[in-house]
Structures are given as structure tokens and as C-alpha cells.
């Protein structure tokens, strides 16, 4: 791997522009790698591709052992883990085998969910008397049903919703197009706020198929702040949540798919993630709720006295 180390600093050197102590410092940290990799090799030099994630793990236990800081730890692993996308790049690798290693103590925060009960009452808290009610309505029926980023729903354009197909058209991350289903609940609502909006409006230009589907009771676009209160204020009448975010919806969303047994591609692919280890932690969170649920219902799940 020494001749690829040696691509991997030129290339840093002269397209990345990096300086001189970011070069000594990968330096040094992937010398150290692939002297610790030939040597579980029986000191026989190794290619690329003969790397696998178990090693890489194995020589992040290996650094604990020998009383590393787990910030020096996570700066050596992110140094592999830039040789490794850099190698997959170059077609060297066909899979990087450091994308699912985690840093020490930096594992991910199982995101917050509503239960389905929860879900189901915030849904119908917002008044449906009002466009503004209706609209909100709409708002987290699209959160919850599709799980959409805030960015993303704010970005909805009218002529981005089939009613016929179900389906919305969603730009999402680096304006990358998916096309999203919707269910019966969240048709009804977007019908009824965009009937209730049509009825509103003075301009017809509000109404135009490119205009936003989400508005101000003066018709401009919602800001994403203005949707983050809104979804707050619902959720303190529900719960007790310390994260009370739009994107809770949409990690409630994600949860709830897996555990009625939903294919993690297929979640996958509705979440417009890139990468499957994104995905991944929610399958950690369907195990911890499936979990509390056998610890609070089986009478074999705790020790009796």
C-alpha cells in the first residue's frame, strides 16, 4: 500500500492544496496503519483491497489498548477513512471497507421517535377550521407520512404532487430527484389545505403550479424557522421530547417502516440517503424499542428476586 500512500500525498499535495502539517500528519498516521496491517499479515506487504473492515476495526481497539485519546483515535480514522473514499475513487478498491467503522465514543445518537399513538394525535391537533390550521395539518402529514427534510418540503412545488399516482416529486440533497408515495392521510390533507388556500387567495399567481405548496397567510414562502416553531408548539402539547425538531417526523418515519417490517433498501431509497450505513441507524432503533418492549412485557425478561 506504500505506492498508493504515496498517490494519496501527492494528491493531497497538488489538487487538495492541503499544508505541510495536515501532509505530515496523514502521513504519519497511515504509515502507522499500514505498518500495523503487514505486520496481522505476517509482515508480507498487502494491497488495498485485501483490507477489510474487521482489520480496521481491530487496529482502532488496538490504538485503545496502547492508551491513545479517543480524539487522537478518531484523527487517525478519519485519515483512513479519506485514503479509503480517495482509493475507491481512483477505481483501486470496489468497496471502502472504513465507511462503517465508527470513531470511539462517537457512535451515533439513536434519534428520537414518536409512537405510533403519539404520531397519530399530533396529526390531528392543528385546528381545521383555518387555512392556517389546514396547513399545518398538511404540513406534518407530509413530515410524518413521507418523511421528508424540512428543505425539501419547503421546496414542494404544487406541480410536484401527482393526486392521481400518490407520489410526490422531491429535490433533495444536491438537488437529486426522487419520487416519494403518499397515503390516504396525507392526500386528504393536502386537498383540503389547497382547496382552503385556492379559496383564500387573491392573485391567482399564488396559485400557479410552480408556486410553493406551503405559504404564509400573506402568500409568501414559509421560512424553515417559522415550520420549526410550528412543529414545536404541537409537539409540546404531546410530548416531552428533548428534541422537538421537523426531524423527528421523519426519523418516526424511518422507525416505524422498519419495524412493520419495511426492506432497509427500500427505506432507503424514500429517506434519499446515499449511502446504506445512513440508514442503518435506524434498524438500531427498531432493535432498542423491540427490546423495551420485551423487557416491559415477557416474564422471563427480567430476573425475579
Same mark, same amino acid.
Given at each position: 500500500?506504500?505506492?498508493?500512500?504515496?498517490?494519496?500525498?501527492?494528491?493531497?499535495?497538488?489538487?487538495?492544496?492541503?499544508?505541510?502539517?495536515?501532509?505530515?500528519?496523514?502521513?504519519?498516521?497511515?504509515?502507522?496503519?499500514?505498518?500495523?496491517?503487514?505486520?496481522?499479515?505476517?509482515?508480507?506487504?498487502?494491497?488495498?483491497?485485501?483490507?477489510?473492515?474487521?482489520?480496521?476495526?481491530?487496529?482502532?481497539?488496538?490504538?485503545?489498548?496502547?492508551?491513545?485519546?479517543?480524539?487522537?483515535?478518531?484523527?487517525?480514522?478519519?485519515?483512513?477513512?479519506?485514503?479509503?473514499?480517495?482509493?475507491?475513487?481512483?477505481?483501486?478498491?470496489?468497496?471502502?471497507? &472504513?465507511?462503517?467503522? $465508527?470513531?470511539? #465514543? /462517537? @457512535?451515533?445518537?439513536?434519534?428520537? +421517535?414518536?409512537?405510533?399513538?403519539? *404520531?397519530?394525535?399530533?396529526?390531528?391537533?392543528?385546528?381545521?377550521?383555518?387555512?392556517e390550521g389546514l396547513r399545518d395539518r398538511a404540513i406534518l402529514e407530509l413530515l410524518y407520512g413521507c418523511?421528508?427534510?424540512?428543505?425539501?418540503?419547503?421546496?414542494?412545488?404544487?406541480?410536484?404532487?401527482?393526486?392521481? &399516482?400518490?407520489?410526490? $416529486?422531491?429535490? #433533495? /440533497? @444536491?438537488?437529486?430527484?426522487?419520487? +416519494?408515495?403518499?397515503?390516504?392521510? *396525507?392526500?386528504?390533507?393536502?386537498?383540503?389545505?389547497?382547496?382552503?388556500?385556492?379559496?383564500?387567495?387573491?392573485?391567482?399567481?399564488?396559485?400557479?403550479?410552480?408556486?410553493?405548496?406551503?405559504?404564509?397567510?400573506?402568500?409568501?414562502?414559509?421560512?424553515?424557522?417559522?415550520?420549526?416553531?410550528?412543529?414545536?408548539?404541537?409537539?409540546?402539547?404531546?410530548?416531552?421530547?428533548?428534541?422537538?425538531?421537523?426531524?423527528?417526523?421523519?426519523?418516526?418515519?424511518?422507525?416505524?417502516?422498519?419495524?412493520?417490517?419495511?426492506?432497509?433498501?427500500?427505506?432507503?431509497?424514500?429517506?434519499?440517503?446515499?449511502?446504506?450505513?445512513?440508514?442503518?441507524?435506524?434498524?438500531h432503533v427498531s432493535r432498542e424499542r423491540l427490546k423495551e418492549v420485551y423487557r416491559q412485557a415477557h416474564?422471563?425478561?427480567?430476573r425475579k428476586p
Amino acid at each position: 500500500m506504500w505506492v498508493e500512500l504515496d498517490r494519496f500525498l501527492h494528491y493531497l499535495i497538488h489538487e487538495r492544496r492541503c499544508s505541510e502539517s495536515t501532509i505530515v500528519a496523514y502521513r504519519n498516521d497511515l504509515s502507522q496503519f499500514i505498518e500495523y496491517a503487514e505486520e496481522q499479515a505476517g509482515n508480507y506487504k498487502v494491497h488495498p483491497r485485501e483490507i477489510d473492515t474487521a482489520l480496521i476495526r481491530t487496529y482502532t481497539g488496538h490504538l485503545l489498548k496502547l492508551g491513545l485519546h479517543k480524539r487522537s483515535i478518531s484523527r487517525k480514522l478519519s485519515a483512513i477513512k479519506s485514503f479509503f473514499r480517495y482509493l475507491l475513487r481512483q477505481g483501486v478498491i470496489a468497496v471502502n471497507p &472504513a465507511e462503517p467503522v $465508527r470513531s470511539p #465514543g /462517537k @457512535g451515533r445518537r439513536l434519534p428520537p +421517535v414518536l409512537s405510533i399513538d403519539e *404520531a397519530r394525535q399530533l396529526m390531528e391537533l392543528p385546528d381545521s377550521d383555518s387555512v392556517e390550521g389546514l396547513r399545518d395539518r398538511a404540513i406534518l402529514e407530509l413530515l410524518y407520512g413521507c418523511g421528508l427534510r424540512l428543505s425539501e418540503l419547503l421546496g414542494l412545488r404544487i406541480s410536484a404532487i401527482d393526486f392521481a &399516482a400518490k407520489t410526490l $416529486r422531491v429535490q #433533495g /440533497k @444536491g438537488g437529486k430527484e426522487r419520487i +416519494v408515495p403518499f397515503g390516504p392521510p *396525507a392526500e386528504a390533507a393536502l386537498r383540503a389545505y389547497l382547496a382552503a388556500r385556492e379559496e383564500g387567495m387573491h392573485s391567482h399567481k399564488q396559485n400557479e403550479h410552480s408556486s410553493p405548496v406551503f405559504i404564509s397567510p400573506r402568500g409568501e414562502p414559509l421560512y424553515p424557522l417559522a415550520v420549526q416553531r410550528m412543529v414545536k408548539k404541537y409537539m409540546l402539547q404531546l410530548s416531552e421530547q428533548k428534541q422537538l425538531s421537523p426531524h423527528v417526523l421523519r426519523h418516526t418515519f424511518a422507525t416505524h417502516l422498519l419495524d412493520n417490517g419495511a426492506d432497509l433498501l427500500a427505506v432507503k431509497e424514500l429517506l434519499g440517503h446515499e449511502s446504506l450505513s445512513t440508514t442503518q441507524i435506524y434498524t438500531h432503533v427498531s432493535r432498542e424499542r423491540l427490546k423495551e418492549v420485551y423487557r416491559q412485557a415477557h416474564p422471563r425478561a427480567t430476573r425475579k428476586p
